[in-house]
């Protein structure tokens, strides 16, 4: 899926960067101190040579944001699609059961990693880091700051990637067992880990590529590695899977991993291969930075606590009867489809925090952080409500086909109706948790707010798995994750963004209100009419219908830009349609 092309001949793609003109008047000869500047890690600032101002280095503009969010939104959807047809074609050819279970036990790798060195744990290390390079790039430092950075940091990473899939390799058999000890097929589940293993290098240099590009205010390319990722999979799966089996997405995995490094490479070089140097910094040449281990270990250690989830609920279904981790796995991976899409904002703003406080802008950085809780809880409310009401009907469309059967749809989209009462949760745990991080210094609290929802997990899914079973298990991490929410959101006056907590839980029950009411009206409409697919289309449209209105009428503040991003998209589709 290509970005939708625009109808104002100057504006330029996301992929590039606008450009804009200084303030008027004279620069100060030195900068205030920053997060950036009085960092361990950095070097002071030096009075700003002149030069011409990079597009990187100017503030970002509204027009410029929203159109970067719509084509990471739009490849991203293309990929949520994807990963549905991956999905859809594993449940087509190896059903729900032993062999699925087995390979989803591996699976776990590609999720861990996805998580460690994509989405959050490497980026909110590297993301403020690079922005600060280039605050101390524009500020006039001697060298190319970001250039040092990655001399600094990018062979030490390549070597522990490397080291870490080697070992995993290795102790596969070990792995296997501590992770799911009741598991039909231990054999199997250890050839699909060994090679899902490969991941943790190509993992690691796609999110250390990603995070380079994001910094520049590079999007596109980022925005398209799930892309390329889903495509491997596929693509191996009816390639090889009469004659390997479920080891063929395995497989698939470590060719998906490779792609995702492909697929930004040149981008990468590009933007490495600019370099702006002034009369002041001919000659000169900046020492490799090291990359902050204090704030590396607590962004990991973070990303490592959520990510437990998915090791706690495999443990516990794995003692449950064959195909358990499979139901959970399926109703997972449609729920999260609201969550992820309502986080694509905070992926285009995430640089533009960081690069705000490492200006000393905090006024900047907490507006930006209040309107990102306010539209991302709008969405994916809208999402779970439609999760909610239309479960059985979209379950069944999208995997009741081959050996997955009617009994299978039932029992997914039971869970999925559980696991979406966490939705919300996890979209305030991804917001909140970028702010915690994006000053490019350690935080400690938001490890120990992971903990204790890992904590409440655990408990919850024990006391529950009895009477309950893989739905017990789908609460408990709804509860954990709702409970580390809270967490993040109670500390955030006195450890990150000073945020108005009470303006932002205001904001918040307006459109949870609107929540409520959409999914029991659109429930009762999805049920009426007989064919799943005309009792999906009718609940969806019931509860776009009532959440939009009632939202409207409440005054919730997420729904003026979400309406003007709806229009924006209108008048792409109709230019693209009608030039």
């Given at each position: 899926?290509?970005?939708?092309?625009?109808?104002?001949?100057?504006?330029?793609?996301?992929?590039?960067?606008?450009?804009?003109?200084?303030?008027?008047?004279?620069?100060?000869?030195?900068?205030?101190?920053?997060?950036?500047?009085?960092?361990?890690?950095?070097?002071?600032?030096?009075?700003?040579?002149?030069?011409?101002?990079?597009?990187?280095?100017?503030?970002?503009?509204?027009?410029?944001?929203?159109?970067?969010?719509?084509?990471?939104?739009?490849?991203?959807?293309?990929?949520?699609?994807?990963?549905?047809?991956?999905?859809?074609?594993?449940?087509?050819?190896?059903?729900?059961?032993?062999?699925?279970?087995?390979?989803?036990?591996?699976?776990?790798?590609?999720?861990?990693?996805?998580?460690?060195?994509?989405?959050?744990?490497?980026?909110f290390a590297l993301i403020p880091a690079f922005s600060g390079a280039l605050a101390r790039r524009a500020r006039g430092e001697?060298?190319?700051?970001?250039?040092?950075?990655?001399?600094?940091?990018?062979?030490?990473?390549?070597?522990?990637?490397?080291?870490?899939?080697?070992?995993?390799?290795?102790?596969?058999?070990?792995?296997?067992?501590?992770?799911?000890?009741?598991?039909?097929?231990?054999?199997?589940?250890?050839?699909?880990?060994?090679?899902?293993?490969?991941?943790?290098?190509?993992?690691?240099?796609?999110?250390?590529?990603?995070?380079?590009?994001?910094?520049?205010?590079?999007?596109?390319?980022?925005?398209?590695?799930?892309?390329?990722?889903?495509?491997?999979?596929?693509?191996?799966?009816?390639?090889?899977?009469?004659?390997?089996?479920?080891?063929?997405?395995?497989?698939?995995?470590?060719?998906?991993?490779?792609?995702?490094?492909?697929?930004?490479?040149?981008?990468?070089?590009?933007?490495?291969?600019?370099?702006?140097?002034?009369?002041?910094?001919?000659?000169?040449?900046?020492?490799?930075?090291?990359?902050?281990?204090?704030?590396?270990?607590?962004?990991?250690?973070?990303?490592?606590?959520?990510?437990?989830?998915?090791?706690?609920?495999?443990?516990?279904?794995?003692?449950?009867?064959?195909?358990?981790?499979?139901?959970?796995?399926?109703?997972?991976?449609?729920?999260?489809?609201?969550?992820?899409?309502?986080?694509?904002?905070?992926?285009?703003?995430?640089?533009?925090?960081?690069?705000?406080?490492?200006?000393?802008?905090?006024?900047?950085?907490?507006?930006?952080?209040?309107?990102?809780?306010?539209?991302?809880?709008?969405?994916?409310?809208?999402?779970?409500?439609?999760?909610?009401?239309?479960?059985?009907?979209?379950?069944?469309?999208?995997?009741?086909?081959?050996?997955?059967?009617?009994?299978?749809?039932?029992?997914?989209?039971?869970?999925?109706?559980?696991?979406?009462?966490?939705?919300?949760?996890?979209?305030?745990?991804?917001?909140?948790?970028?702010?915690?991080?994006?000053?490019?210094?350690?935080?400690?609290?938001?490890?120990?707010?992971?903990?204790?929802?890992?904590?409440?997990?655990?408990?919850?899914?024990?006391?529950?798995?009895?009477?309950?079973?893989?739905?017990?298990?789908?609460?408990?991490?709804?509860?954990?994750?709702?409970?580390?929410?809270?967490?993040?959101?109670?500390?955030?006056?006195?450890?990150?963004?000073?945020?108005?907590?009470?303006?932002?839980?205001?904001?918040?029950?307006?459109?949870?209100?609107?929540?409520?009411?959409?999914?029991?009206?659109?429930?009762?409409?999805?049920?009426?009419?007989?064919?799943?697919?005309?009792?999906?289309?009718?609940?969806?449209?019931?509860?776009?219908?009532?959440?939009?209105?009632?939202?409207?009428?409440?005054?919730?503040?997420?729904?003026?830009?979400?309406?003007?991003?709806?229009?924006?998209?209108?008048?792409?589709?109709?230019?693209?349609?009608?030039?």
């Open positions: 899926m290509s970005p939708l092309p625009d109808p104002t001949p100057t504006q330029p793609p996301a992929d590039t960067p606008v450009p804009i003109p200084p303030p008027p008047g004279p620069a100060p000869a030195q900068p205030p101190l920053t997060h950036a500047s009085t960092s361990p890690h950095l070097t002071p600032p030096t009075p700003a040579a002149p030069s011409l101002p990079a597009p990187e280095n100017a503030a970002p503009t509204g027009r410029f944001l929203a159109h970067a969010t719509l084509v990471t939104a739009s490849l991203s959807i293309a990929a949520a699609l994807l990963g549905l047809v991956r999905d859809q074609s594993l449940a087509r050819l190896f059903g729900a059961g032993r062999d699925t279970d087995a390979f989803l036990v591996a699976w776990t790798v590609p999720e861990f990693a996805a998580t460690l060195l994509i989405e959050d744990g490497l980026a001697p060298g190319d700051p970001v250039r040092s950075l990655v001399a600094g940091t990018l062979p030490r990473l390549t070597l522990a990637f490397t080291a870490v899939g080697a070992l995993l390799a290795v102790a596969a058999p070990q792995f296997v067992a501590a992770l799911a000890p009741g598991l039909p097929d231990p054999a199997l589940a250890v050839d699909c880990t060994r090679l899902t293993a490969t991941c943790v290098l190509s993992f690691g240099l796609a999110g250390y590529s990603s995070a380079v590009l994001r910094a520049h205010r590079r999007f596109l390319a980022p925005a398209a590695i799930y892309l390329a990722y889903n495509v491997g999979i596929i693509a191996a799966m009816y390639a090889l899977g009469g004659r390997w089996g479920v080891r063929s997405a395995a497989l698939g995995v470590a060719a998906g991993g490779c792609l995702m490094v492909l697929v930004q490479l040149p981008s990468v070089v590009r933007q490495l291969r600019r370099r702006r140097i002034s009369g002041t910094q001919a000659g000169a040449a900046a020492a490799a930075q090291p990359l902050n281990v204090p704030l590396l270990a607590t962004v990991l250690l973070f990303a490592l606590c959520r990510q437990s989830q998915v090791l706690i609920e495999r443990f516990l279904a794995s003692e449950l009867p064959a195909g358990a981790i499979s139901h959970l796995n399926y109703a997972q991976k449609v729920a999260q489809i609201p969550m992820t899409l309502s986080m694509m904002l905070c992926t285009v703003t995430f640089p533009v925090v960081a690069r705000a406080l490492a200006d000393g802008d905090t006024e900047r950085a907490r507006t930006r952080v209040e309107q990102d809780l306010a539209l991302a809880g709008c969405l994916v409310l809208l999402g779970t409500a439609a999760v909610v009401a239309c479960a059985p009907q979209l379950i069944g469309l999208l995997f009741q086909r081959g050996a997955f059967t009617a009994q299978d749809t039932a029992a997914t989209a039971g869970v999925m109706r559980v696991y979406a009462l966490g939705l919300l949760g996890q979209t305030l745990t991804g917001v909140l948790v970028r702010s915690y991080f994006s000053a490019g210094r350690p935080a400690w609290y938001p490890v120990a707010a992971m903990t204790a929802g890992i904590v409440a997990t655990s408990w919850t899914g024990a006391w529950t798995l009895g009477s309950w079973g893989v739905t017990g298990i789908a609460a408990a991490n709804a509860t954990g994750i709702t409970l580390t929410a809270v967490l993040l959101l109670a500390g955030m006056r006195l450890r990150s963004v000073p945020i108005r907590t009470g303006s932002v839980l205001r904001e918040l029950s307006r459109p949870l209100r609107a929540a409520v009411v959409a999914t029991v009206a659109g429930g009762f409409v999805a049920g009426l009419p007989s064919a799943p697919l005309a009792g999906l289309a009718a609940g969806a449209a019931t509860v776009t219908v009532v959440f939009v209105l009632l939202g409207w009428a409440l005054g919730a503040q997420g729904f003026a830009p979400a309406l003007r991003s709806v229009r924006s998209l209108t008048r792409k589709l109709a230019h693209a349609v009608l030039r």
